[in-house]
């Protein structure tokens, strides 16, 4: 069963349960925190075994996690930085909005 909401700002669909697919990797919950928490302070670190904010002490998310947020195109990874892309930026701006 696919669970999904659509973004009010463009009408588009985002995806709320995942499977993995040849082509791409479906938005899970888990993915918003990481993909939020990196559209407000602009990137993400790796440290350890989790992904943090800067001068986080609790990781957004596993370093696992985060590869596979990169592989579906959600982030890219620069180094020990993790960058939204276009796509994990609208993802995020559209989970922050509120549902009716």
Same mark, same amino acid.
């Given at each position: 069963?696919?669970? &999904? =909401?659509?973004?009010? &700002?463009?009408?588009?669909?985002?995806?709320?349960?995942? =499977?993995?697919?040849?082509?791409?990797?479906?938005?899970?919950?888990?993915?918003?925190?990481?993909?939020?928490?990196?559209?407000?302070?602009?990137?993400?670190?790796?440290?350890?075994?989790?992904?943090?904010?800067?001068? $986080? &002490?609790?990781?957004?998310?596993?370093?696992?996690?985060?590869?596979?947020?990169?592989? $579906?195109? =959600?982030?890219?990874?620069?180094?020990?930085?993790?960058?939204?892309?276009?796509? $994990?930026?609208?993802?995020?701006?559209?989970?922050?909005?509120?549902?009716?």
């Amino acid at each position: 069963m696919r669970l &999904s =909401w659509r973004c009010p &700002s463009e009408g588009t669909i985002i995806g709320v349960v995942a =499977w993995e697919t040849m082509t791409s990797i479906i938005l899970i919950p888990g993915m918003l925190k990481p993909l939020r928490q990196a559209r407000i302070y602009v990137f993400l670190i790796e440290r350890g075994d989790g992904v943090y904010h800067l001068g $986080g &002490s609790k990781p957004a998310c596993s370093t696992a996690l985060a590869t596979k947020m990169v592989e $579906g195109g =959600w982030l890219v990874k620069h180094g020990f930085r993790y960058e939204p892309t276009e796509q $994990g930026l609208r993802a995020a701006e559209c989970a922050a909005l509120p549902t009716n």
